[in-house]
């Protein structure tokens, strides 16, 4: 039983475009969720941040957006850069992201940005 | 210098043996982890250190046993190693909450 689900298994996108991943979760606990970036043979790196009393999130190129009542969020990247390239992983919490790194993550995206 | 360092990066062994994997970080961080990502690509929680003390042990068979001597190292080791135990093991360490967890690059077990 998979909370949380990236159904989207891959996404290319030019260069200078909007790259929208997206993920859906299932357990109304969580209440905080995070995305990480990994490149191949490293481990992942954690990108942004969102707690559930917010809706939207930006950090640069990046910003996380969370529709609590769809369970539904999105990480938008703009302009996607082809250093973007890589896998996308969105993970969740339940405790007010203090709940000791017990993330539940999704499978994951593979993000390709095309020059 | 890497701020958290697994070894071995590859590990190829028969089925029935006991191997371990060994974790170090640098980062100071008192909470370390064990994640496991499957065939399927998911990673999930095996194991919680904080201060060398067990906080999260996610019903993961007792062949497996994590060992944390200090609070900058915790080793992962796997008593009679079946094929399902091929995966890829992450570490990861924390600081404070917040769930910001910073990953080992990960070591692929591959049980034949």
């Known amino acids: 039983d998979q909370q949380v689900k990236q159904n989207s298994p891959s996404l290319s996108v030019q260069e200078g475009r909007i790259s929208i991943l997206n993920c859906d979760y299932t357990n109304s606990m969580f209440d905080y969720f995070l995305w990480y970036k990994k490149y191949p043979a490293e481990g992942p790196t954690f990108l942004i941040s969102?707690?559930?009393?917010?809706d939207k999130n930006e950090d640069g190129r990046f910003t996380v957006f969370l529709n609590k009542s769809a369970k539904h969020l999105s990480l938008h990247i703009v302009p996607s850069q082809p250093g973007d390239s890589a896998v996308y992983f969105c993970a969740a919490s339940a405790g007010g992201g203090t709940s000791y790194g017990k993330l539940t993550f999704g499978q994951g995206t593979i993000l390709t940005v095309h020059p | 210098d890497t701020a958290v360092s697994q070894t071995p990066k590859y590990l190829v062994t028969q089925m029935g043996n006991d191997k371990s994997i060994k974790c170090e970080q640098n980062l100071g961080h008192d909470t370390m982890y064990w994640y496991k990502q499957d065939s399927k690509k998911f990673l999930k929680i095996m194991f919680s250190y904080n201060n060398k003390e067990l906080i999260i042990n996610e019903t993961v068979p007792n062949r497996f046993s994590p060992k944390s001597p200090d609070k900058a190292h915790l080793n992962l080791h796997i008593n009679s190693l079946e094929l399902g135990d091929s995966a890829v093991y992450f570490c990861?360490?924390?600081?404070?909450?917040?769930?910001?967890?910073?990953f080992g690059a990960g070591s692929r077990l591959t049980v034949l």
């Open positions: 990861a360490s924390e600081d404070g909450g917040a769930n910001v967890l910073t």
């Open positions: 969102i707690s559930s009393i917010k």
